[in-house]
């Protein structure tokens, strides 16, 4: 999707129609903005972590100057993604190097880290993006920030196609259609209520995923209370 | 010079740590440098003497001083270069020893700790690289050391000579100390610029790796900023290079100025 190989020949990905391998790789890319589950933690500040597709822009590792930086998105992608409370606590703000290798640098959790993550893929569907492909976008978020999350999401991916790739039921039940993905081939296309009905692959690991849950949930709250 | 007496022990110390260094590394091999140089030493002062036998035994017609002087000199000379070559040859193994070793040794250290503080604290992680990078240069210090050595024998054993010959001449070997004093200033400069460019440094190789790395490379097409990335990195090499560049002029303008002082006819430079 991302066009970061050239797409095989068994199967077309299309693009209003259009055959993707058509399309000018460059092009494309500035029209998707991804999170990858093994995303880059860039040795930058928290600002051009966030504001990556204008790293040009900026001076740079200790520079003062980021001109050609759009702070508006740039404080809306935080405020949606839960960057900006880890930027809040920053020493020195968005100014903060990401790296504690370096002097005056801090290191982030895996939590903060996905939150500038997704705060760099919302940042660039702000600046007219029109594909955000999230790998995992939640699996180093607790449950707090991952609800918080999901509650935002219609709001966060309003008027952009939005392609999630997750293990997790509640990420995905939330999804228009549900594509199950079977030794690279899909075996069962729907709505998360469909694909229940249909009794396939799908509904049987939901089943088993949700009676998990079931069966941890009384455990933990006895747990809580002793 | 209220320093000098400290400073004497401080070299001898760090002349022990070296030799110590290249004698755990080959203890074989640093024995037969050792004694590649003192032979080197011994010859290289020796044959001057034959000279000295062969032109006395001539003008004053004494055929055994003459024949003495000779055999000292066909002994000596070619002894001396053949000790040099072999010593040469004998050194640039025990680098590559002390090398092994030194890299066996940082490993190590560096992984005995339980604890990962050493690669987040950014004085460390500079201590680290510097050691790193510097390996080969240190790896080459006892062998150095041991040129050093071999060529204080020689400096006093010519002075010595120099001595016997006229007195007065024991000036010649003194005004070697200037450019002496001026490569210590000029290793201070760099080790300096080494710290300070430290950081820097380290982000150059991270900004490389990201560019050349599949999956950071996959994301930075994704959003377009592979250019920006190696433009980025392009100006922090200038910066480094431009930083660097005008340390080893300034090392380069006092290295300068000592070698003026041993110019006959040139003026004395302040510091020296």
Not at chain 1, 57 to 71: E, F, K, Q, R
């Given at each position: 999707?991302?066009?970061?190989?050239?797409?095989?020949?068994?199967?077309?990905?299309?693009?209003?129609?259009?055959?993707?391998?058509?399309?000018?790789?460059?092009?494309?890319?500035?029209?998707?903005?991804?999170v990858?589950q093994?995303?880059?933690?860039?040795?930058?500040?928290?600002?051009?972590?966030?504001?990556?597709?204008?790293?040009?822009?900026?001076?740079?590792?200790?520079?003062?100057?980021?001109?050609?930086?759009?702070?508006?998105?740039?404080?809306?992608?935080?405020?949606?993604s839960g960057?900006?409370?880890?930027?809040?606590?920053?020493?020195?703000?968005?100014?903060?190097?990401?790296?504690?290798?370096?002097?005056?640098?801090?290191?982030?959790?895996g939590g903060?880290?996905q939150r500038?993550a997704l705060?760099?893929?919302?940042?660039?569907?702000?600046?007219?993006?029109?594909?955000?492909?999230l790998d995992e976008p939640t699996a180093q978020l607790d449950i707090r920030a991952e609800a918080a999350f999901y509650n935002r999401f219609?709001?966060?991916?309003?008027?952009?196609?939005?392609?999630i790739i997750s293990h997790r039921?509640a990420t995905v039940?939330r999804?228009?259609?549900?594509?199950?993905?079977?030794?690279?081939?899909?075996?069962?296309?729907?709505?998360?209520?469909?694909?229940?009905?249909?009794?396939?692959?799908?509904?049987?690991?939901?089943?088993?995923?949700?009676?998990?849950?079931?069966?941890?949930?009384?455990?933990?709250?006895?747990?809580?209370?002793? | 010079?209220?320093?000098?007496?400290?400073?004497?022990?401080?070299?001898?110390?760090?002349?022990?740590?070296?030799?110590?260094?290249?004698?755990?590394?080959?203890?074989?091999?640093?024995?037969?440098?050792?004694?590649?140089?003192?032979?080197?030493?011994?010859?290289?002062?020796?044959?001057?003497?034959?000279?000295?036998?062969?032109?006395?035994?001539?003008?004053?017609?004494?055929?055994?001083?003459?024949?003495?002087?000779?055999?000292?000199?066909?002994?000596?000379?070619?002894?001396?270069?053949?000790?040099?070559?072999?010593?040469?040859?004998?050194?640039?193994?025990?680098?590559?020893?002390?090398?092994?070793?030194?890299?066996?040794?940082?490993?190590?250290?560096?992984?005995?700790?339980?604890?990962?503080?050493?690669?987040?604290?950014?004085?460390?992680?500079?201590?680290?690289?510097?050691?790193?990078?510097?390996?080969?240069?240190?790896?080459?210090?006892?062998?150095?050391?041991?040129?050093?050595?071999?060529?204080?024998?020689?400096?006093?054993?010519?002075?010595?000579?120099?001595?016997?010959?006229?007195?007065?001449?024991?000036?010649?070997?003194?005004?070697?100390?200037?450019?002496?004093?001026?490569?210590?200033?000029?290793?201070?400069?760099?080790?300096?610029?080494?710290?300070?460019?430290?950081?820097?440094?380290?982000?150059?190789?991270?900004?490389?790796?990201?560019?050349?790395?599949?999956?950071?490379?996959?994301?930075?097409?994704?959003?377009?900023?592979?250019?920006?990335?190696?433009?980025?990195?392009?100006?922090?090499?200038?910066?480094?290079?431009?930083?660097?560049?005008?340390?080893?002029?300034?090392?380069?303008?006092?290295?300068?100025?000592?070698?003026?002082?041993?110019?006959?006819?040139?003026?004395?430079?302040?510091?020296?």
């Amino acid at each position: 999707m991302a066009r970061a190989r050239v797409p095989g020949s068994g199967g077309r990905v299309l693009v209003d129609g259009t055959d993707l391998r058509d399309l000018d790789a460059r092009g494309w890319q500035g029209q998707v903005a991804v999170v990858y589950q093994d995303f880059t933690r860039y040795p930058l500040s928290a600002r051009e972590n966030v504001a990556l597709r204008d790293l040009g822009a900026g001076t740079g590792h200790g520079g003062t100057g980021h001109g050609g930086i759009d702070h508006a998105a740039l404080e809306q992608a935080a405020e949606q993604s839960g960057a900006a409370a880890v930027v809040a606590g920053l020493p020195r703000g968005w100014d903060t190097l990401l790296s504690p290798g370096y002097r005056g640098g801090v290191d982030l959790s895996g939590g903060q880290w996905q939150r500038i993550a997704l705060a760099r893929a919302l940042y660039s569907v702000a600046l007219g993006a029109r594909v955000l492909v999230l790998d995992e976008p939640t699996a180093q978020l607790d449950i707090r920030a991952e609800a918080a999350f999901y509650n935002r999401f219609l709001e966060l991916t309003s008027g952009v196609t939005t392609l999630i790739i997750s293990h997790r039921f509640a990420t995905v039940r939330r999804a228009d259609r549900i594509a199950v993905l079977d030794s690279g081939r899909i075996t069962e296309l729907g709505s998360h209520d469909d694909l229940v009905a249909a009794d396939g692959t799908y509904a049987e690991m939901f089943t088993l995923q949700a009676a998990r849950f079931a069966a941890a949930g009384p455990a933990r709250g006895g747990s809580s209370r002793g | 010079m209220a320093e000098t007496p400290r400073r004497a022990p401080r070299m001898l110390r760090r002349l022990g740590v070296l030799l110590r260094t290249a004698w755990r590394a080959d203890p074989g091999l640093l024995t037969a440098c050792t004694a590649a140089a003192l032979g080197y030493v011994v010859l290289s002062l020796a044959y001057p003497l034959g000279f000295r036998a062969i032109i006395n035994g001539t003008t004053e017609h004494r055929g055994g001083a003459v024949v003495l002087g000779v055999i000292i000199t066909v002994v000596a000379l070619p002894g001396s270069w053949l000790l040099r070559l072999v010593g040469a040859t004998l050194g640039s193994k025990l680098t590559d020893q002390a090398s092994l070793r030194l890299g066996l040794l940082i490993g190590r250290l560096v992984n005995a700790a339980p604890f990962l503080e050493h690669f987040e604290r950014p004085d460390y992680l500079a201590q680290i690289d510097t050691l790193r990078e510097r390996r080969r240069t240190l790896a080459a210090a006892p062998n150095q050391s041991l040129g050093l050595i071999r060529s204080g024998l020689l400096f006093a054993g010519a002075a010595v000579l120099l001595a016997l010959v006229w007195p007065p001449l024991l000036a010649v070997p003194l005004l070697a100390a200037a450019p002496g004093l001026a490569d210590r200033r000029a290793g201070q400069i760099e080790r300096r610029n080494d710290d300070d460019l430290a950081d820097s440094r380290r982000l150059l190789g991270e900004l490389f790796s990201l560019a050349s790395t599949a999956a950071p490379a996959r994301e930075l097409r994704t959003f377009g900023v592979s250019g920006a990335l190696l433009d980025r990195h392009a100006k922090l090499g200038d910066e480094v290079n431009r930083t660097a560049l005008s340390a080893a002029r300034r090392a380069a303008s006092g290295s300068r100025r000592a070698g003026s002082c041993t110019r006959p006819g040139s003026r004395a430079p302040r510091w020296c």
